[in-house]
């Protein structure tokens, strides 16, 4: 169930107590592949999570509206890239969760498509559930899966995703190109250490991996695989005593 397409009665008779927030981010994905990346990955787990969750129980479950901006500032060199703060996301994702909790959906499982997330989201999570009328947890969708490609940045993950939720968002003609100038890592280390704050420091146009790998297929079995995780951890959620 989508939230943004109910009705108020529908959301006054849902039964569920879970709910699911999708969080992404607007930056660049090097030049075969959208901003929004994150954001349109994260939407479209959240709804296989769902929908999979609703075939096992019987149970439907709202999907809030994604939060499209994260913490994404190791981007801003690259032209379109948006970015909060830590603090400015972390209090949005809170107080949306108590709009939530307000109208019964105090389990909310909030499914993340950008690594930049991550450590926010582990915080503001804990302070959810430790302070306020509600339980939250993080699920980063990439975090979740076994694969032998590497995640990368705008790389063969990613790309294979987008192939197969939608397609025409690839710009094919910039595969190739994107390939021949992609970094082959993210950062640069020494002894454990990143010295590489922004992305534009290792790669000249933002992609880490190779997104001439990726298919469509490795993309529907990425969906399908994170998709039966979320429902996992719905139905964990769903049954946890607080």
Known sequence: MQLS??????????ESDLAVLPTGSIEQHG???PLGT???????????????????????VPVAPTIPVGVAAEHRAFDGTLWVTPETFRTYVR???????????DRVVI????????DALREVTG???????????????FDSIDTEEEMGHGGPVETSLLYHIDDEAIREANVAAARKRAS???????????LAHDSDEFSDNGVVGDPAAATAALGERLLARSGEGLADLLEAVGSRTR
Do not use: M
């Not at 769902?50 to 096992?56: F, I, L, P, Q």
């Not at 302070?127 to 969708?141: G, L, N, P």
């Open 127 to 141: 302070t959810i559930s430790r302070e306020d009328a509600a339980y939250a947890v993080a699920f980063t969708w």
């Open 31 to 33: 030049p075969h592949a």
């Open 184 to 194: 082959g890592g993210w950062g640069e280390w020494v002894a454990g250490v990143n």
């Open 5 to 14: 397409e109910a009705t108020w009665p529908e959301i006054q008779d849902c």
């Open 111 to 118: 499914v993340n498509g950008h690594g930049g997330n991550t």
């Open 38 to 60: 994150d954001a349109k990955t994260a939407a479209a787990v959240a709804a296989a999570g769902v929908d999979a969750y609703r075939e096992r129980t019987g149970e439907d």
């Open 95 to 105: 107080e949306t969760v108590a709009s939530l909790a307000h109208h019964g959906f």
